[in-house]
């Protein structure tokens, strides 16, 4: 916990994915590298918004 705001430091893309299956409710705000191990950010943005669209409110993907 950070400021009162629940954080999660994950290490790639299939460790958000777990993450995201065993929640509820929804993300406030997921910031992602744009490159990541096996499955880039856009991509997996892509994905997940297909999967789950209401997974997130806000999503920023950065440059590496």
């Known amino acids: 916990e950070v ?3 629940d954080v999660a430091e994950l290490e790639d893309v ?3 994915q777990a993450v995201s ?3 509820t409710g929804a993300f406030d ?3 992602s590298d ?3 191990p096996r499955l880039g950010g856009r991509e997996f943005f892509e994905r997940l ?3 789950r669209p ?3 409110r ?3 993907i950065r440059p590496a």
């Open 3 to 5: 400021a009162g705001t």
């Open 54 to 56: 209401d997974a997130a």
């Open 14 to 16: 299939e460790a958000l």
């Open 21 to 23: 299956d065993a929640m």
């Open 29 to 31: 705000l997921i910031i």
């Open 34 to 36: 744009v490159r990541m």
């Open 58 to 60: 806000r999503v920023v």
């Open 49 to 51: 918004k297909a999967e």
